[in-house]
């Protein structure tokens, strides 16, 4: 971590769990937290609330089993006030959001993001002002993402499996997901792929959605 941040141009931060296997004692990820601030000058921690089980659970399991203990990442912040410390783990919700920020400098979104990622738009709006970008503005966004990325080399696949996410729990959220899944329309590499699953969806993307 020190060779990182002395060679870095950007600040270099740590993201860990509050133990290892069963041992939940506070003063492990404590000491933890203490030794990698002093010896190599990390300012930054983002700290999944729970511990991981290095043996017997499933890399699936272990983001779900292990019980979550956010008092202990509040109390990693009040003994450390002059360390940025942002929460993570098992938090979808703008309530869960804004209840942690009660208490520590920030919030890191996960599977919540990424499963059902038009969250952010509206946990945005809602925490910094202004209106919701509409899931047809983010669709028109990200092709002209898609396009210069693709001039570039990208692949289009790279990209549209990052957005499976953007209309679950709406109508038509399958037939979107089925488009920028098909292999052969992928291969053709056409950022045009978003706008037509778009209109699969809710009709011309320049409709609200």
Same mark, same amino acid.
């Given at each position: 971590?020190?060779?990182?941040?002395?060679?870095?141009?950007?600040?270099?931060?740590?993201?860990?769990?509050?133990?290892?296997?069963?041992?939940?004692?506070?003063?492990?990820v404590?000491?933890?937290?203490?030794?990698?601030?002093?010896?190599?000058?990390?300012?930054?921690?983002?700290?999944?609330?729970?511990?991981?089980?290095?043996?017997?659970?499933?890399?699936?399991?272990?983001?779900?089993?292990?019980?979550?203990?956010?008092?202990?990442?509040?109390?990693?912040?009040?003994?450390?006030?002059?360390?940025?410390?942002?929460?993570?783990?098992?938090?979808?919700?703008?309530?869960?959001?804004?209840?942690?920020?009660?208490h520590?400098?920030?919030?890191?979104?996960?599977?919540?993001?990424?499963?059902?990622?038009?969250? @952010? %738009?509206?946990? #945005?709006?809602? =925490? &910094?002002?202004? /209106? *919701? $970008?509409?899931? +047809?503005?983010? !669709?028109?966004?990200?092709h002209?993402?898609?396009?210069?990325?693709?001039?570039?080399?990208?692949?289009?696949?790279?990209?549209?499996r990052?957005?499976?996410?953007?209309?679950?729990?709406?109508?038509?959220?399958?037939?979107?997901?089925?488009?920028?899944?098909?292999?052969a329309? @992928? %291969?053709?590499? #056409?950022?045009? =792929? &978003?706008?037509? /699953? *778009? $209109?699969?969806? +809710?009709?011309? !993307?320049?409709?609200?959605?």
């Amino acid at each position: 971590m020190k060779a990182m941040q002395d060679a870095a141009l950007i600040p270099v931060t740590v993201k860990h769990r509050l133990g290892i296997d069963r041992a939940e004692d506070y003063d492990f990820v404590r000491r933890f937290v203490a030794t990698v601030a002093r010896r190599a000058g990390c300012r930054t921690f983002v700290v999944h609330a729970r511990n991981a089980v290095l043996k017997g659970l499933s890399p699936k399991d272990n983001r779900e089993v292990p019980r979550l203990r956010y008092e202990d990442v509040h109390r990693l912040k009040r003994e450390f006030p002059e360390l940025e410390i942002v929460a993570n783990g098992g938090i979808a919700t703008l309530e869960a959001v804004e209840a942690e920020l009660a208490h520590v400098d920030g919030v890191m979104l996960g599977r919540a993001a990424y499963h059902h990622s038009y969250c @952010l %738009a509206t946990i #945005d709006a809602q =925490l &910094f002002g202004g /209106a *919701a $970008a509409t899931r +047809a503005e983010v !669709v028109e966004r990200m092709h002209a993402y898609a396009t210069a990325q693709v001039a570039r080399g990208t692949p289009l696949r790279s990209i549209a499996r990052h957005m499976l996410g953007l209309y679950q729990g709406r109508p038509g959220a399958r037939a979107w997901r089925r488009m920028l899944s098909d292999a052969a329309a @992928l %291969a053709r590499n #056409d950022p045009d =792929l &978003f706008l037509a /699953a *778009a $209109a699969q969806v +809710a009709g011309p !993307v320049a409709a609200a959605a």
